[in-house]
């Protein structure tokens, strides 16, 4: 990422475990949307709720990152959390990014049922200094409330609340963490390299472990 640089960078945050094509279509939806130059993709490092949560150590969340996003030159790996001995609150890494590329405007992607928590996240409002919010939501689901919330969060913060169009593709990382701990294919929902990765190294075999789906992002 270039220092001083005017462009407009998406942050893709999450635990990542595993990274899936529905992060990765999320991503390109919201780089083509809003015209990103880049998208960062940033694993979870120390999350807020880890003592309620197992999560894959980040060596290995970070490779398969790595894996997926690598035929996209938009796309790019940033290990800002998982490099910090801090807690990995959102608010915080916004800061970092921000000064360390102060002519950038950041672009934070998350999904819809985040957007009716965000207030209730660590200091919300130090997010949004630094940041608007790209929120996906897909057609036809629970669309009237989002858009309610969407207009309900731009009252009280003007222009900071964005709607992201994406596809319906429903596939979740505890999903597939619970067919591969049921010897059940995973196959096109994680890219191959991925999914090659994963056998690799038997990740989530046999694990019993409580699902991180909400991958402890405040």
């Known amino acids: 990422m270039s220092r001083g640089t005017t462009q407009k960078i998406g942050i893709m945050g999450g635990a ?29 490092g120390h999350s807020p709720h880890k003592l309620k949560q197992y999560v894959t150590e980040p060596v290995h969340r970070c490779r398969m990152v790595t894996l997926a996003i690598a035929d996209n030159p938009k796309f790019a790996l ?6 910090s001995t801090d807690t ?9 990014l921000k000064d360390r590329c102060k002519a950038a405007e950041l672009f934070f992607i998350l999904g819809a049922d985040s957007l009716f928590d965000f207030e209730l996240w660590k200091e919300p409002e130090a997010i949004l200094k630094n940041c608007r919010v790209l929120a996906a939501y897909r057609k036809h689901k629970h669309q009237e409330r989002f858009f309610q919330k969407i207009d309900e969060l731009n009252q009280k913060y003007p222009g900071k609340f ?13 999903d597939i963490r619970r067919r591969l701990q049921y010897g059940r294919t995973i196959r096109y929902l994680v890219p191959r ?3 090659d ?5 038997r990740l989530y075999e046999g694990e019993d472990r409580i699902p991180n789906e909400g991958e402890g992002r405040t």
Do not use: C, W
């Open 193 to 195: 390299e991925v999914e």
């Open 162 to 174: 964005f709607p992201l169009d994406t596809p319906n593709l429903e596939v979740s990382s505890q």
């Open 16 to 44: 990542f475990d595993p990274i899936h094509y529905g992060h990765l279509m999320i991503a390109e939806n919201a780089r083509e949307q809003f015209d990103l130059n880049q998208v960062l993709f940033i694993p979870t």
């Open 88 to 96: 990995s609150y959102t608010y915080l890494t916004l800061e970092k």
């Open 197 to 201: 990765y994963i056998r690799m190294y």
């Open 78 to 83: 940033e290990q800002i959390e998982v490099e």
